[in-house]
């Protein structure tokens, strides 16, 4: 009974939260009554259209950069959690090592941060120190960035297409080591 009372809470809430979007932004074709076009979720674009995915390493290139790190890292006396994200940060995937107590979370951050700064993890630790506006922004959005060691930018023909992120190894410095031994370890490629 508490698990129905709430779901209608919270769909109470989406829905009046959805009227308040409206009425803001104008848009009539959604005021009034939410109703959804039969096959469209909530969220997606009207006319039942679907996003295009950014571009980003096929979801085998992926799994494969994450086995190779963990293998990596496992040769150097770590367990990680390593994130491989597409091109605009969302995680395509992420692993945690046997036996590994790192926070997947960071992992993805890493991975989503080289790849909004187009820069690796050690080069943003040392932009930090020497660019206090870079360092602001970073230290304002903690659960969006991590500019530590570890993370690296993928790029097929000079074009981004994601990055890696490790989280737990030993040190920054090995998880970005571990970065650049899967990356020379696997063949990247656009799906």
């Known amino acids: ?30 005021s009034g009554n939410p109703q959804l076009i039969k096959g469209q979720s909530i969220g997606a674009p ?13 979801l085998d290139t992926a799994l494969s950069l994450a086995q190779a790190a963990i293998a990596a890292c496992k ?7 390593v ?10 995937v992420t692993l945690n090592a046997d036996g590994s107590s790192a926070k997947s979370s960071t992992a993805v951050r890493k991975a989503a941060t ?11 630790e040392i932009r930090a120190k020497n660019d206090k506006a870079f360092s602001d922004l970073i230290s ?6 991590n500019n530590h060691a570890g993370s690296l930018v993928l790029k097929v023909n000079g074009e981004v ?26 063949s990247l490629k656009l799906p």
């Open 46 to 58: 009207a006319g039942g259209a679907s996003l295009k995915p950014a571009p980003g390493p096929s």
């Open 1 to 30: 009974m508490t698990k129905r009372i709430i779901f209608s809470l919270i769909l109470i809430l989406v829905v009046s939260g959805l009227g308040n979007a409206q009425e803001r932004t104008g848009n009539k074709e959604m």
């Open 161 to 186: 297409i994601g990055g890696i992120g490790i989280s737990g190894a030993a040190t920054h410095e090995m998880c970005e080591e571990c970065c650049h031994e899967a990356i020379a370890n696997v």
């Open 75 to 81: 040769a150097k006396g770590s367990t990680i959690s």
């Open 83 to 92: 994130s491989v994200v597409d091109s605009a940060g969302q995680a395509k």
């Open 114 to 124: 080289a790849v909004a700064f187009k820069a690796s993890g050690s080069e943003m």
């Open 140 to 145: 304002a959005n903690p659960n969006e960035y």
